[in-house]
């Protein structure tokens, strides 16, 4: 049993990481390379990776799909000496309306504008930080969804996630707060119960001990008898 509320506890974290790691803000310090626009067929199940900003979006097969081709700087260690290389990262433009994941974005013109005066060349970069959900994935089709882009001085520069690190503090606190009304509620509510109920299991198993007793006395009598 208790290899099972382990087992349990470990889905339900595994879970839940999966789809914070989705649905979290994101951010890459990329160079725009190009914008463009695209239909996409939405009929089969990796509509999930779309965004649904309307009803009519459950019912449309496809639809245009504004897109963002970035390219930023990835370092690795080879030996002991650090190295840079590109990596290409395409992000969709999608408004999110008033659906999940609830970023409430509608400003998706604007940020297709703001991503094509923030395109460059490598001789003349211009660095954006690009705030993002979602995954990448080739094989699905899959795109991260760009929230918002601003410039930035150049790719090294430090972003602080502030939001996740607010989001995660209130996370702990909302667990741990929850924690302690449930061990309040049981302990004035669910615990007497139980005592109480197992204290009246006693009394019916003394009671019925008793009367087993007392009939095996008045057998105990007919048997004297004959």
Do not use: C
């Not at 979602?134 to 790719?155: D, H, Q």
Request: net charge positive.
């Amino acid at each position: 049993m208790h290899r099972i509320k382990i087992a349990f506890r470990v889905l339900v974290f595994m879970f839940g990481w999966v789809i914070l790691h989705y649905a979290l803000p994101q951010h890459d310090i990329v160079r725009v390379v190009n914008t463009y626009q695209e239909r996409q067929d939405l009929n089969d199940w990796t509509r999930i990776f779309w965004a649904r900003p309307d009803d009519q979006s459950a019912t449309i097969i496809n639809r245009d799909v504004q897109f963002i081709q970035t390219v930023k700087k990835k370092t690795f260690l080879l030996g002991f000496v650090q190295r840079e290389t590109t990596e290409v990262m395409v992000y969709r433009n999608e408004d999110t309306g008033w659906s999940w994941p609830f970023y409430f974005k509608f400003d998706t013109a604007s940020l297709q504008t703001e991503a094509d005066d923030l395109r460059s060349t490598p001789e003349q970069p211009k660095w954006a930080v690009v705030t993002h959900y979602g995954w990448r994935n080739e094989y699905f089709s899959a795109f991260p969804n760009a929230i918002a882009i601003r410039p930035v001085e150049g790719p090294n520069v430090t972003i602080i996630p502030w939001f996740n690190i607010a989001f995660f503090v209130f996370l702990m606190v909302g667990i741990v707060f929850i924690r302690a009304m449930w061990r309040q509620f049981r302990e004035r509510t669910v615990d007497p119960l139980m005592d109480s109920a197992g204290h009246r299991v006693d009394e019916v198993q003394a009671d019925m001990a008793e009367r087993k007793g007392r009939v095996s006395q008045w057998l105990g009598t007919w048997r004297s008898k004959k």
